[in-house]
């Protein structure tokens, strides 16, 4: 672990275009990676951000067949839709790039020619499962089967979705070309390996040994799972037609495998914004004085703790990650996010539906982070954040503050006169506060740095509840003026600390602080000072509130200043609101069901004499009424056509008796009797189930007239 470290590089796993952006991703990589960088630059340090779209491999090329379009189609349409969500949810990326760009093609050419040149690949003839009919070697994606492990019937050639299980395509019981339908065969192709078991005991050395105490449970376990049952050769080419061109001779039709050029991706990113911004780039990736820490989810762990650091050591000039954070993942109301399925909650249609809310998401997804093992986001649970927590701790707080100072002082901070024992406890509290929140994030615990956060926001709403300045006014109005100055620190220091987690709410408190006139005044001091001393120092030039201010200053928003009006920095989010998106999440799920039922297989075959034995009747339900005693069935009065007859059905958990009478119905009518419950039962009436497994009944379209035969 790098102490005091001269600059960051923090990345976040490049998001796949082949989609948007849900909420899984934001709880498992961006929202906590975000807070890490906002929290460094608030502290002065030097960060560089990386991130970028990833954009080669095969599932572009999968959804690009599906589509009917190009894959550059592709990549071009969810490359904008991820960029917009993240730049409108205030993701602070130093740089978001491209992979189909043309610094990544030749940075990631440039890094595969290095390892080739210094020996580093094993170049190898195996064979490959191939599509005959579609003409071409199938890439993991394309193909489906029985997973070894644990039976899954949908595994793909390099994981089973089902238990985790990472395969190889050819280890796949029965599998079939998702191109054609196929059995693919295999055929011989030539390909180039990174022999990852000359790496073993280096890995074993630098995270077994080395990160035995720093790095999170979960990560640090599956690395020494993976390490303990030896590592294997792993494949860098493929034969693909989409991503960049492997750049050796005999390798024409092959290309970099995506999860060697991918994490590249954050090599050319940094390229791409140095070049940008003037600066350097290799100090951000070869000086032993960066700290390097990717931010991703647990489904990358092999890649970014094991694989892309061992491709850093071959190369040679490359720092090696000093943590990698992993999260667990996030289910959504109970079950696994997915989006296939559209079994998400997605970041765009959000930003759509609960305009200026982006911090309520950011609070919600922090305060229920997967950090060490899966959580469940419920709408629900969303609301009851929002309305019990940030409105009516944090918004409540900083409300009744500007309120009563406008109302009182027409919104002039007062001069406070002397502190009492309570006032002096509260601001050494609030001066303990940043180093505690520190503490948590630089360990990655970003739920718990949020809870101390919100205790700051519950420190101000105590004191102003135990003070009550509303009551002392009337007695004692110089009190009163010490009260509001102690109340309004932890107002402005909350505009600091909410940042990194509420960016949007800390900019729009420090604008209702009027906090950017404090450094336009600033600067006119420094001013005045240079006039009168060509040697003052420049420490007001460019003043604003910074992290350790808080803890280093009591007048953190000095007497005499004005602040604005007072906004609601949250509103309440109303029940009609929440069921909207829970009612669209089982529209969801009712059109998966229909789009996956399969149907009963056919039944034995029957001669027309056999069903021509059925005498099936159009009928109309005359009377309807419960069963006493039984909940499932429901008495009915039949009207045949024939005559009037008693029918038990067993419908009375789909339907209310009041509901059903005047249904029209088809009706068995030749059934034997049955006594059920003491009722002679004189038929039965047709039912089937819809895509939601519900009752239905089975009647005519037209108005046939009662009586009528079914035949």
Known sequence: MIQDPKRYTITAALPYT????????????????????????????????????????????????????????????????????????????NNYSRTSAKIHHDTASEFFRTLYDKGDFIEEVTEQLYDAKANQFLADRFVVGTCPKCGNEGAYGDQCENCGSTLNATDLINPKSTITGETPVLKETKHWFLPLDRYSDFLTKWILEGHKNDWKTNVYGQVKSWIDAGLEPRAVTRDLDWGIDVPVEGAEGKKLYVWFDAPI???????????????????????????????????????????????????????????????????????????????????????????????????????????TKDNDFTWKDFQARNNNELVAVFGNFVNRVVVLTNKYYEGVIPTPNEFSEVDEQTLAELKAYPAVISSSVERYRFREALGELMNVARLGNKYLADEEPWKVMKDNPERVKTQMYVALQIAAALSVLAEPFLPFTAAKLSKILNLADLKEQFAGFSKFLKEKDRDAKDIFLDKTLGWNDISENSDLIPAGHKIGEAELLFAKIEDEEIQKQIDKLEATKTANLAENKQPEPQKDLIQFEDFAKMDIRIGTILEAEKMPKANKLLVLKVD???DVRTIVSGIAESFSPEEIIGKRVSVLANLAPRALRGVESQGMILMTTNAEGKLVFVNPDADAPNGSTVN
């Not at 991130?51 to 959804?63: L, R, T």
């Open 640 to 642: 045949t056509g024939i």
């Open 265 to 371: 991706g954050y090599i050319s990113s940094t390229k791409e914004w140095a070049a940008r911004e003037g600066k350097d780039w290799e100090p951000y990736w070869k000086d032993e004085e960066t700290k390097l820490v990717h931010f991703i989810g647990k489904d990358n762990i092999v890649f970014h703790c094991i694989i892309f650091p061992a491709m850093l050591k071959a190369e040679g000039s490359y720092i090696l990650p000093d943590n990698v954070p992993a999260n667990e993942f996030l289910n959504l109301e109970g079950n696994k996010l997915s989006t296939s399925k559209n079994w998400a909650v997605w970041l765009h249609e959000y930003l759509e539906e609960f305009p200026d809310k982006q911090d309520v998401l950011r609070y919600a997804l922090t305060s229920n982070a997967p950090e």
């Open 18 to 93: 082949n989609g948007p952006i849900h909420i899984g991703h934001l709880a498992g990589v961006y929202v906590p990676a975000d807070i890490y960088s906002r929290y460094l630059r608030l502290q002065g340090k030097d960060v560089a951000f990386i991130c970028g779209s990833d954009e080669h491999g095969v599932a572009i090329s999968m959804k690009a067949k599906k589509e009917g379009i190009t894959p550059q189609e592709v990549i071009d349409k969810y490359d904008g839709i991820i960029r917009k969500s993240f730049a409108d949810f205030g993701i602070s990326f």
